[in-house]
């Protein structure tokens, strides 16, 4: 049985050993990074340096929870606003392993500038079991490339320390409990964020859709989930599909695309079931959703899809 105070002993004596100079951090804001800034801050205090990337790709109101979460827990954090850096990036780009690639080399490159400033020798990660496991090597077949594994360069200059690794998301939900972490029970968010819920051509425009709906996603089934009408999933969010079809808004014809709205029962990620939401409220997000996107979503579906053969992400 796992024993959360037990693993944070151990973890935080062995950062001390492993870390004997400035360590970076790469703070998203979701369980699994906050848990391993949290343990690294235990380890070594001062030698960690905590940087929050804006890539653009961030949920609504994701950069200002994550800098009040991290000042609530006394860590100092520098946000690096790189929103245009990844969007010239991925100009063009579609296939869902290159944007991982992209995303993840770009990760690294955006960490290695904070390296020369602070002149870190290591960059400490949230990385879990799953991460590595789906991004394959040796006789695992590469299901997704997780940008914090798969999509690491070759030649970086910074050691990697996953305090972690060996994890899944249940266990680390539990340490977050532990140690009193505010996104304990915060759902998943995948690392590439919003560009892999947009399916397609990474645009502004296109991913500003798509976080306009995943928030719609969101506040009606946690609100649903308050008032006792359906059990919260363990995670859902809204995907846009580079698909066009004909429909109408008011008595002008309208040529949109379409919104997945994607919800599952898990334990670890590993594998997942489709949740079964009450059809009134599938109803509200996809009137919330068709009304705010007018001119760009005609069109909201449903995937009821389990982990396999489906991943919970889209791409």
């Excluded at 979701?30 to 940087?51: E, F, K, P, T, Y």
């Excluded at 070759?154 to 899944?168: F, G, N």
Aim: hydrophobic share 40%; net charge negative.
């Amino acid at each position: 049985m796992f024993d959360a105070e037990e693993f944070i002993s151990e973890a935080v004596e062995t950062l001390k050993q492993q870390i004997d100079g400035i360590a970076i951090i790469a703070c998203s804001g979701g369980v699994d990074s906050a848990v391993a800034a949290v343990l690294a801050h235990q380890a070594v205090g001062g030698l960690l340096h905590c940087v929050y990337v804006d890539t653009g790709f961030m949920r609504k109101g994701e950069t200002e929870q994550v800098e009040a979460m991290f000042a609530a827990h006394g860590i100092e954090l520098t946000t690096v606003h790189a929103a245009d850096r990844y969007f010239a990036a991925l100009e063009g780009v579609t296939e869902p392993e290159a944007k991982r690639k992209v995303i993840g080399e770009l990760f690294i490159r955006v960490f290695e500038d904070e390296q020369v400033k602070v002149d870190a020798k290591y960059l400490v990660q949230g990385t879990i079991a799953p991460d590595w496991i789906e991004s394959g090597g040796g006789v695992r077949d590469t299901i997704k490339s997780h940008h914090n594994v798969g999509g690491l360069p070759e030649d970086m200059t910074l050691a990697v320390v996953e305090p972690l690794r060996e994890l899944y998301k249940d266990e680390v939900r539990e340490l977050a409990r532990a140690l009193g972490i505010s996104v304990a029970e915060r759902q998943p968010f995948p690392g590439p964020g919003l560009a892999v819920r947009t399916l397609g051509d990474l645009t502004p425009d296109r991913v500003g859709v798509v976080r306009e709906c995943c928030a719609i996603v969101e506040e009606e089934f946690e609100a649903a989930a308050e008032r006792g009408e359906m059990e919260l999933p363990w995670q859902y969010y809204a995907a846009l599909l580079p698909v066009r079809s004909v429909g109408v808004h008011g008595d002008v014809r309208a040529y949109g695309e379409t919104i997945v709205v994607r919800a599952v029962r898990s334990m670890d990620g590993m594998s997942a079931r489709y949740s079964e939401i009450p059809h009134s409220i599938l109803q509200k997000v996809s009137t919330r959703i068709t009304n705010a996107c007018k001119g760009s979503v005609n069109r909201v579906v449903y995937d009821i899809t389990h982990k396999p053969p489906g991943t919970i992400e889209w791409e």
